[in-house]
């Protein structure tokens, strides 16, 4: 793959491959409150209630939340997660169409 090339890849939160804690993870630094369980995640914002259960994947989230920010906070803890395994250095942006981007740089 050129090292100039876009990827996009679809974010689903399956059941078993989700991995729980970087959902977590990513969902506060979008200013969710998020208490890990057992069974998953609660999730509260604005006083409004949500969960992720990671036995079914099942997410039940209110309709004014958007499931597009829950897809790009775990999107964004993958990619940091990984850069940091392989000691890669990454460079978030919003681009001019508000649209986040990752610049990464591998070391070699």
């Known amino acids: 793959m ?11 939160f399956l059941a078993n491959t989700t991995d729980v804690t ?12 998020v208490r890990q369980t ?3 995640l609660q999730i509260s914002r604005y006083g409004q209630y949500g969960s992720y259960d990671k036995r079914t994947g099942r997410l039940d989230i209110p ?8 897809k790009r906070a775990y ?7 990984t850069a940091q395994e392989n000691g890669w250095e ?8 508000g649209n ?7 070391r070699i």
């Open 63 to 70: 309709q004014s939340w958007d499931i597009d920010e829950f």
């Open 22 to 33: 970087l959902l977590a993870k990513g969902l506060a630094k979008k200013g969710f409150n």
């Open 38 to 40: 057992a069974t998953g």
């Open 100 to 106: 986040l981007e990752a610049t990464v740089e591998k």
């Open 2 to 12: 050129p090292c100039d090339s876009i990827e996009r890849t679809r974010i689903a």
């Open 75 to 81: 999107a964004t803890e993958i990619v940091n997660q």
């Open 90 to 97: 990454v460079e978030w942006r919003t681009n001019d169409a």
